[in-house]
């Protein structure tokens, strides 16, 4: 039940955070949050890349995906930035995107490898920090 709790909190939070960030840039941005349940296989990009033309912001949890695949997976959305944190291709891994079109730069800031990725939003002389986190999910991680 604790696990539960945290969880809660910790969604509560991001959607803190999110209007945060919407509230900084002063303009209208959509944002999404996901758990890919593992993107490693390309059948899944497909799906993935539907939602994306509506947003404008995208953290992705439990990405799967490894260096070797960024590649290929970034080549269908051109028109984004990534950041990614890799795990390895059977377990974690965290990425942000945004949409170029937004005026928004991109910088990596910090990560815990394929756990926790953060990076700083900065537009019109404001900075936003954005996290983006895959918690672990039972006491022996």
Same mark, same amino acid.
């Given at each position: 039940?604790?696990?539960? *709790? ?16 919407? *509230? !900084?840039?002063?303009? !209208?941005?959509?944002?999404?949050? &996901?758990?890919?349940?593992?993107? /490693?296989?390309?059948? +899944? ?5 539907? =939602?994306?033309? +509506? ?9 799967? &995906? $490894?260096?070797? #695949? =960024?590649?290929?997976? *970034?080549?269908? !959305? #051109? ?6 944190? /890799? ?9 942000? $995107? ?9 910088? +990596?800031?910090? =990560? ?14 404001? $900075? ?7 918690? &672990?999910?039972? !006491?022996? #991680?």
């Amino acid at each position: 039940m604790g696990n539960r *709790k945290c969880l809660v909190c910790l969604l509560r939070s991001w959607l803190s955070i999110l209007n945060m960030i919407v *509230k !900084a840039f002063c303009i !209208a941005l959509m944002v999404i949050i &996901l758990n890919a349940n593992g993107l /490693h296989n390309s059948s +899944k990009w497909s799906n993935f890349w539907q =939602e994306i033309p +509506k947003n404008d912001i995208i953290c992705v949890q439990e990405t799967h &995906l $490894t260096p070797d #695949q =960024e590649y290929s997976f *970034k080549i269908n !959305a #051109q028109s984004y930035d990534f950041i990614f944190s /890799h795990g390895t291709s059977n377990l974690v891994g965290v990425f942000i $995107t945004v949409r170029r079109n937004t005026g928004v730069i991109v910088v +990596k800031s910090g =990560e815990i490898p394929g756990r926790l990725l953060s990076v700083d939003l900065s537009s019109d002389n404001v $900075t936003t920090h954005v996290i983006n986190i895959y918690a &672990l999910n039972n !006491a022996a #991680q």
